[in-house]
Each structure stands twice: as C-alpha cells, then as structure tokens.
C-alpha cells in the first residue's frame, strides 16, 4: 500500500512563491512515476507536472517556466516549487503516484489560494 500526504498550501499574493510537498510511503517509491494534479471549483482536474523515475519532467503548458517538480527518492517526496503565481492557479493540488497495472494512489490534497 501506498500512502500520500500534502503540505505546503495557503495563500499567497499574487506574484509570490510556495512550495508543495508530498510525503510517500512504500518501499516502490523510488521507481513509480509521480505528479501533481489540481483541481478548481468548477473546473475538471488536470495535470500540472510529472516526474519518473529517472528524473524526467514534464509540465502543463500553463504553468512551464513558473513550476518546477523534484523528487528526492532517500526521503521518499516529491516537491513543487511554484513561482510567479496567479489568481488561475488558485486550486486544490493533489499527489499522486502511479503503481503497476495502473494502480493510483492519491493524497488528500492542499489548498493554493492566490490574491489578485
């Protein structure tokens, strides 16, 4: 089993900084792939940055040169700088971690809340 939890949410102006992270549990952790989601009130989920295990990156067109996903395997996190916020990146932010046979694993989520 694998377990998820979030950190690091709260508010913040618009133009300022925070970083997420997510503490995992389990063992496979150092080679399952891992991401960050959101989700806004009234708005679907969406991918917002990924990682595999070999450190590839990718990233919503939304939020490419502002955010910036790590992971640091011997700790078992993985991380979400967020720079130069906006109000459109207001959202519930959420781990999540892809297991064999498209097994997931979510957190329970983190509120980002930016002020224009």
């Known amino acids: 089993q694998v377990q998820l939890v979030e950190s690091g949410g709260g508010l913040v102006q618009a133009g300022g900084s925070l970083r997420l992270s997510c503490a995992a549990s389990?063992?496979?952790?150092?080679?399952?792939?891992m991401g960050w989601y959101r989700q806004a009130p009234g708005k679907q989920r969406e991918m917002v940055a990924s990682?595999?295990?070999?450190?590839?990156?990718d990233y919503a067109d939304s939020v490419k040169g502002r955010f910036t996903i790590s992971r640091d395997n011997a700790k078992n996190t993985v991380n979400l700088q967020m720079n130069s916020l906006k109000p459109e990146d207001s959202a519930v932010y959420y781990c999540r971690a892809d297991l064999p046979r498209n097994v997931r694993y979510w957190g329970q989520g983190t509120q980002v809340t930016v002020s224009s």
């Open positions: 389990g063992s496979i952790f150092s080679i399952i792939p």
């Open positions: 990682i595999t295990s070999g450190g590839r990156t």
